[in-house]
């Protein structure tokens, strides 16, 4: 049951796609060179910045975990999004590893590391970066598909298709235009993205009251819903893991380091983190305050389990009139659009300026490297199509996540700290790392598949996984560092 | 208390969020155009 009406909600969001992709696609003509495509020329001002760093963070997977936390944890589920904004503030003010990154001018994490720890380390890095962003984002257009599915109220039979037409829109414009064709549709996408949201979260608050909300969460989830560190399924491992998982991807998620690395200089780069910052609680408790009007709404008996993802987007597609559904099907469609383009583009980077480093040497011209470049974005696009397809989603969307982000989180946020102000690092303890903070999660993702362990597994949980990946991986660095002038002494 | 402390967040959170949009639709417009005249010249 939806209001989606497909002449007056239509008409909407074809306008919407119509004025993005056609934006998108005009200003492909000034890319010039590599560094055009990949980083917009390092040109980007403020609130470019702002917007960019913000609409690339807030996808419909994003949004549809988040609100999945609402929905099953109530407030406390916002912690992870003051965790990451506090983060992102620290790292903005203080410049920690972000001023050496911006200043050295690289393109990407892993050609910062070749001059510390080698070119096998930078091969390495590249790899581990790409594999894990890779499943990382594998997930993003399953959700998206699911979402607008359910609000348009199409068949479940049209998911697959609804999948493949939005990655067909973004691919074309991030083909052609590269960074500077994402920079230009991420501003409208935020504008569009925001007062979707705006003008939705206000609707339910004042259509349900806020006070029948709080009293909703009171009822069905209890005081754990207010504190994170009384409730038996946050808990303090969870919040533990959060906040490693907040400095880590501020430091070093592509997507948000290539935001750094476009800015015109350190201090906008700087600035562009400090004024984003609240956008991160932003993006946790819009989605939460959506999963919590859900739980209002629906109760806690119609989506249990795995269909708890649900509750959000069955509540927009019953609730909001004609008219402002089309407004938000757009709002969310930009919160994707951009998403997955800032993606395609920061996972094709690392591939062609690092993976395939010992192929090119750095030699190939800009037009050799320009049309590499688009053949591995739309090699993504293919593999993501075929991935969303392909892989069964188990269990809370954000900790899957959590977990495929690790796999180089923990690792990367070990090498960008020992790179910067760890001088006794050297490319044995870089080597351990990679490996440790690689193979923890992965082990985890396979045994909790596997029958004979998926018991024990599920007992551990994802969150002690979590936390230990990133202290192992510390630790790997340390004791690799230290090994390897006493092994030569010796 | 808990209760205050949430809806005073997430009030708050909304009013720097309409505030940064209406911010942001205007100066980042300024930004397009100053990148989109830098790039022209550079032609």
């Given at each position: 049951?939806?209001?989606?009406?497909?002449?007056?909600?239509?008409?909407?969001?074809?306008?919407?796609?119509?004025?993005?992709?056609?934006?998108?696609?005009?200003?492909?003509?000034y890319?010039?060179?590599?560094?055009?495509?990949l980083?917009?020329?390092?040109?980007?001002?403020?609130?470019?910045?702002?917007?960019?760093?913000?609409?690339?963070?807030?996808?419909?997977?994003?949004?549809?975990?988040?609100?999945?936390?609402?929905?099953?944890?109530?407030?406390?589920?916002?912690?992870?999004?003051?965790?990451?904004?506090?983060?992102?503030?620290?790292?903005?003010?203080?410049?920690?590893?972000?001023?050496?990154?911006?200043?050295?001018?690289?393109?990407?994490?892993?050609?910062?590391?070749?001059?510390?720890?080698?070119?096998?380390?930078?091969?390495?890095?590249?790899?581990?970066?790409?594999?894990?962003?890779?499943?990382n984002?594998?997930?993003?257009?399953?959700?998206?598909?699911?979402?607008?599915?359910?609000?348009?109220?199409?068949?479940?039979?049209?998911?697959?298709?609804?999948?493949?037409?939005?990655?067909?829109?973004?691919?074309?414009?991030?083909?052609?235009g590269?960074?500077?064709?994402?920079?230009?549709?991420?501003?409208?996408?935020?504008?569009?993205?925001?007062?979707?949201?705006?003008i939705?979260?206000?609707?339910?608050?004042?259509?349900?009251?806020?006070?029948d909300?709080?009293?909703?969460?009171?009822r069905?989830?209890?005081?754990?819903?207010?504190?994170?560190?009384?409730?038996?399924?946050?808990?303090?491992?969870?919040?533990?893991?959060?906040?490693?998982?907040?400095?880590?991807?501020?430091?070093?998620?592509?997507?948000?380091?290539?935001?750094?690395?476009?800015?015109?200089?350190?201090?906008?780069?700087?600035?562009?983190?400090?004024?984003?910052?609240?956008?991160?609680?932003?993006?946790?408790?819009?989605?939460?305050?959506?999963?919590?009007?859900?739980?209002?709404?629906?109760?806690?008996?119609?989506?249990?389990?795995?269909?708890?993802?649900?509750?959000?987007?069955?509540?927009?597609?019953?609730?909001?009139?004609?008219?402002?559904?089309?407004?938000?099907?757009?709002?969310?469609?930009?919160?994707?659009?951009?998403?997955?383009?800032?993606?395609?583009?920061?996972?094709s980077?690392?591939?062609?300026?690092?993976?395939?480093?010992?192929?090119?040497?750095?030699?190939?011209?800009?037009?050799?490297?320009?049309?590499?470049?688009?053949?591995?974005?739309?090699?993504?696009?293919v593999?993501?199509?075929?991935?969303?397809?392909?892989?069964?989603?188990?269990?809370?969307?954000?900790?899957?996540?959590?977990?495929?982000?690790t796999?180089?989180?923990s690792?990367?946020?070990?090498?960008?700290?020992?790179?910067?102000?760890?001088?006794?690092?050297?490319?044995?303890?870089?080597?351990?790392?990679?490996?440790?903070?690689?193979?923890?999660?992965?082990?985890?993702?396979?045994?909790?598949?596997?029958?004979?362990?998926?018991?024990?597994?599920?007992?551990?949980?994802?969150?002690?996984?979590?936390?230990?990946?990133?202290?192992?991986?510390?630790?790997?660095?340390?004791?690799?560092?230290?090994?390897?002038?006493?092994?030569?002494?010796? | 208390?808990?209760?205050?402390?949430?809806?005073?967040?997430?009030?708050?959170?909304?009013?720097?969020?309409?505030?940064?949009?209406?911010?942001?639709?205007?100066?980042?417009?300024?930004?397009?155009?100053?990148?989109?005249?830098?790039?022209?010249?550079?032609?």
């Amino acid at each position: 049951m939806t209001n989606f009406h497909f002449l007056i909600d239509g008409v909407i969001v074809i306008v919407y796609l119509a004025g993005t992709i056609t934006a998108g696609l005009w200003v492909r003509r000034y890319v010039k060179n590599l560094n055009d495509f990949l980083l917009a020329g390092r040109s980007v001002n403020l609130y470019l910045g702002i917007a960019s760093l913000a609409a690339t963070e807030f996808g419909i997977a994003t949004c549809m975990a988040n609100a999945e936390l609402g929905y099953k944890y109530g407030f406390a589920g916002i912690t992870p999004g003051i965790a990451l904004a506090f983060a992102m503030f620290v790292v903005g003010w203080t410049g920690f590893c972000v001023k050496p990154l911006r200043d050295r001018e690289v393109t990407t994490l892993p050609e910062l590391f070749e001059d510390k720890f080698g070119t096998k380390v930078r091969w390495a890095s590249g790899v581990v970066i790409v594999l894990g962003g890779l499943l990382n984002m594998g997930v993003f257009l399953r959700q998206a598909g699911i979402f607008l599915t359910v609000v348009c109220g199409f068949e479940m039979g049209y998911l697959e298709i609804v999948m493949t037409l939005i990655l067909l829109g973004v691919a074309v414009y991030t083909i052609l235009g590269g960074m500077i064709s994402v920079f230009i549709t991420d501003y409208i996408q935020f504008v569009v993205m925001s007062i979707g949201l705006i003008i939705v979260v206000l609707l339910l608050v004042v259509k349900f009251g806020w006070i029948d909300l709080l009293g909703s969460v009171d009822r069905l989830l209890g005081p754990s819903a207010y504190n994170p560190f009384a409730s038996e399924t946050y808990g303090l491992e969870r919040i533990l893991l959060d906040v490693l998982t907040a400095f880590a991807s501020i430091l070093t998620w592509q997507t948000i380091i290539s935001r750094v690395l476009s800015a015109k200089d350190t201090t906008t780069a700087k600035r562009i983190f400090i004024g984003t910052s609240p956008f991160l609680i932003v993006r946790f408790a819009v989605p939460a305050i959506l999963g919590i009007a859900a739980l209002h709404y629906f109760g806690s008996d119609i989506f249990t389990g795995g269909e708890v993802i649900m509750a959000m987007p069955n509540l927009l597609a019953t609730v909001l009139p004609v008219g402002l559904i089309g407004i938000l099907v757009s709002a969310m469609l930009a919160a994707d659009m951009s998403t997955n383009s800032s993606y395609m583009i920061a996972w094709s980077s690392v591939i062609y300026n690092d993976i395939m480093r010992p192929i090119h040497k750095g030699l190939w011209s800009n037009k050799k490297g320009l049309l590499w470049n688009r053949i591995l974005i739309g090699a993504i696009g293919v593999f993501l199509l075929l991935y969303g397809l392909w892989y069964p989603l188990k269990g809370d969307l954000w900790v899957y996540l959590q977990v495929t982000g690790t796999i180089y989180l923990s690792s990367m946020s070990v090498l960008l700290i020992a790179a910067c102000y760890w001088r006794p690092a050297n490319n044995w303890g870089a080597i351990a790392a990679i490996f440790v903070g690689g193979i923890i999660p992965i082990l985890y993702l396979v045994l909790q598949e596997v029958d004979a362990t998926q018991l024990d597994i599920l007992k551990i949980g994802p969150y002690k996984f979590g936390v230990t990946t990133y202290f192992a991986a510390a630790l790997a660095m340390v004791l690799g560092s230290k090994l390897k002038p006493f092994i030569k002494k010796t | 208390m808990e209760h205050w402390f949430w809806s005073v967040l997430c009030a708050l959170i909304l009013v720097w969020y309409i505030v940064v949009t209406i911010l942001v639709a205007i100066k980042g417009g300024g930004d397009i155009k100053n990148m989109i005249a830098k790039w022209k010249s550079q032609i």
